[in-house]
């Protein structure tokens, strides 16, 4: 594609936004007492509270983290909500509720059982056994994309 035509997509697409907003927001908890309400393009990834706590346990090998068990046992079935600012926060709606809400919204995929993930947002694709592990700017933290979607990822991304 040419950069002019890139260009003039671009802008058009940027029209369409400021005629029909996508849905743009949704609930996070900063902390206890504070809520904050998170556009979708600040949005990194957000995974199940168990994952992100397994994926915790196993950044010391990132190779198998696609292999880890998801643990037993976890506190509570909240999401862990990572934004592109390099902030992490909670929130009590459904992955199932957030992939419906934003099926619509370009970019934002279930990469994993527990991951949806804003594709607009990744730096980095790195292969790992089983699957692949997205990066991030200002985060250290990863996401999980599974074997099965790696086509449907790398598509989006790299156009192939």
């Given at each position: 594609m040419t950069d002019e035509i890139e260009k003039k997509l671009d802008e058009i697409l940027l029209t369409l936004h400021r005629?029909?907003?996508v849905i743009t927001r949704f609930a996070v908890e900063e902390d206890e007492s504070r809520m904050r309400l998170l556009?979708?393009?600040?949005?990194?990834?957000v995974v199940s509270r168990r994952e992100d706590?397994?994926?915790a346990e196993t950044a010391a090998a990132p190779e198998t983290a696609l292999?880890?068990?998801?643990?037993?046992?976890?506190?509570?079935?909240?999401?862990?909500?990572y934004s592109t600012d390099g902030k992490k926060f909670?929130?009590?709606?459904?992955?199932?509720?957030?992939?419906?809400k934003y099926a619509d919204v370009p970019g934002i995929l279930e990469?994993?059982?527990?991951?949806l993930v804003n594709l607009n947002a990744v730096t980095g694709i790195q292969t790992v056994p089983g699957g692949r592990l997205l990066s991030f700017a200002n985060l250290t933290?990863?996401?999980?994309?599974?074997?099965?979607?790696?086509?449907?990822?790398?598509?989006?991304?790299?156009?192939?």
């Open positions: 005629i029909r907003p556009r979708v393009d600040e949005l990194a990834f706590q397994g994926m292999d880890a068990p998801e643990p037993k046992g976890a506190a509570d079935d909240s999401l862990v909500v909670r929130s009590f709606t459904s992955l199932t509720a957030l992939k419906n990469t994993h059982r527990s991951y933290r990863k996401a999980k994309v599974v074997d099965d979607n790696v086509p449907i990822v790398e598509k989006y991304l790299l156009g192939e």
